[in-house]
């Protein structure tokens, strides 16, 4: 199957600085990615979707100018947690498909920590 | 908008049991796809089963099967002979069809399986 990867896989910062988190398609194109964040125990919550080339869509309630998303290529999509505060603290997992893909690939996570 | 609901928070099973997972949907979608996903501890989704919802066949891989009742938005999934790492969470998602993989996945709030030795 298509393998998505995700770096860092776990990134601890302190409160106040940005952390950018790529998401890479490494043997397909991916003209859609989908940025989630799960908190423990809990499911996937969806915070944008990104279009290679476009601005991102972002899901109610999800703070575009904290979470810059940027999909400039077919094959890279990056979050950038701007400011962060431990409340950010979260695993983020970024997911990757598009029209003509009959499903989406999920990366590993990045799990972040806010100190 | 689509809704994904899944009753049972946590399951439990015993190894080489079977054992059943719940789910329905809401939509007024036709045509669309049905999702079951699995995260495990390393929590990496991956993909157990997709149904298409105008096949009325159920889908099966291997040990897992589900039960797709369309008129009653239904779609459990049937894990057959469990094994110690059938022990995850699992997820039900629907997806509409229209942009294939350019759609959203909607997800139900997940079950967490057991598989007791």
């Known amino acids: 199957g298509a393998v998505v990867s995700q770096h860092p896989s776990r990134v601890i910062c302190k409160s106040g600085t940005s952390v950018k988190i790529e998401c890479r398609s490494l043997?397909?194109?991916?003209?859609?990615m989908f940025w989630y964040r799960q908190f423990p125990k809990k499911s996937l919550m969806l915070m944008a979707t990104s279009n290679e080339g476009s601005k991102a869509t972002y899901e109610q309630g999800v703070e575009k100018d904290k979470f810059l998303i940027n999909h400039a290529s077919l094959t890279l999509s990056t979050l950038t947690v701007t400011s962060a505060h431990p409340e950010d603290s979260s695993f983020y997992i970024c997911?990757?498909?598009?029209?003509?893909?009959?499903?989406?690939?999920f990366g590993p996570g990045t799990r972040l920590t806010v100190t | 908008a689509q809704t994904v609901t899944q009753s049972q928070p946590e399951m439990s099973v015993q190894e080489a049991e079977t054992v059943t997972l719940s789910c329905t949907y809401d939509t007024s979608e036709s045509d669309y796809y049905l999702f079951w996903y699995k995260q495990p501890p390393s929590r990496q989704m991956i993909l157990v089963i997709r149904?298409?919802?105008?096949?009325?066949q159920n889908a099966t891989e291997n040990r897992f099967s589900v039960n797709f009742q369309k008129a009653a938005k239904s779609f459990s999934l049937k894990i057959s002979d469990s094994q110690l790492g059938d022990a995850a969470m699992y997820f039900c998602a629907y997806r509409r069809k229209t942009q294939g993989g350019s759609e959203k996945l909607v997800f139900g709030k997940g079950t967490k399986l057991t598989v007791n030795p």
């Open positions: 997911s990757a498909g598009g029209p003509r893909l009959a499903e989406q690939y």
């Open positions: 149904q298409e919802a105008y096949k009325q």
């Open positions: 043997d397909f194109q991916a003209t859609t």
